[in-house]
Every structure is written in C-alpha cells, then in structure tokens.
C-alpha cells in the first residue's frame, strides 16, 4: 500500500502563488508516477501535472502550462506542485495520484486539498 497526504492548500488572491506538497509513504517504489488533479464543484475530476520519481520528466495539462510547476524530493519521497498566477478557475480540490508505469489508472489517491482563489 502507499499513502499519500496532501498539504498547502489554502485561499489566495487571483495573481497570487500556492505551494502544494504530497508526502508518500509505504511501498512507493511501485508507483513511479505521481501525478497531481483537481476537481471543482460540479465538475469532473481532471489531470493537472505529472512526473516520474526517477528521472523527473514531466507532464502539464494545457490550462496550467506556463503558470504551475511539479517537482519532487526523492530523499523526502514528497511532491510539489508550485502554482503561480492563480486564477478564480483553480479554484478547485487538489488531489495527489500514484501509479506504476505499466498502470493506465492510479490506484493510491491522497484525500486532497482544497484551492479557492478569490477574484
């Protein structure tokens, strides 16, 4: 099993920065994937970020491109997503994701943090 925990959410003025953290324990040498997603009210669940432990490549949807950054800690097994020129429609629950490469769903999901960017 792997758990991960979310923290860093909070509010924050449109324009303003955010820095999430998602901390993995337990077997996470299975899930080489971390991948982060959100979900507004109302609204399905969508990707944000991706990147893999081992060489930190990376993935971005394209409504954040730009503006939000993922990296990891190998020695901390934690995950940041730093996001930056918020907007009222980040606002949203911020989850972390864990998977293997051969995976194509990730099983290991953190309970999620919540973003609200005012206007």
């Known amino acids: 099993q792997v758990q991960l925990v979310e923290s860093g959410g909070g509010l924050v003025q449109a324009g303003g920065s955010l820095r999430l953290s998602c901390a993995a324990s337990?077997?996470?040498?299975?899930?080489?994937?971390m991948g982060w997603f959100r979900q507004a009210p109302g609204k399905e669940r969508e990707f944000v970020a991706r990147?893999?432990?081992?060489?930190?490549?990376?993935s971005y949807a394209d409504s954040v491109k730009g503006r939000f950054t993922i990296s990891r800690d190998n020695a901390k097994n934690t995950v940041y997503l730093q996001m930056n020129s918020l907007k009222p429609e980040d606002t949203a629950v911020y989850s972390c994701a864990a998977r293997s490469p051969s995976a194509t769903r990730y099983p290991y999901w953190g309970q999620g943090t919540q973003v609200t960017v005012s206007s």
């Open positions: 990147i893999t432990w081992s060489d930190g490549s990376t």
């Open positions: 337990g077997r996470t040498r299975s899930t080489s994937i």
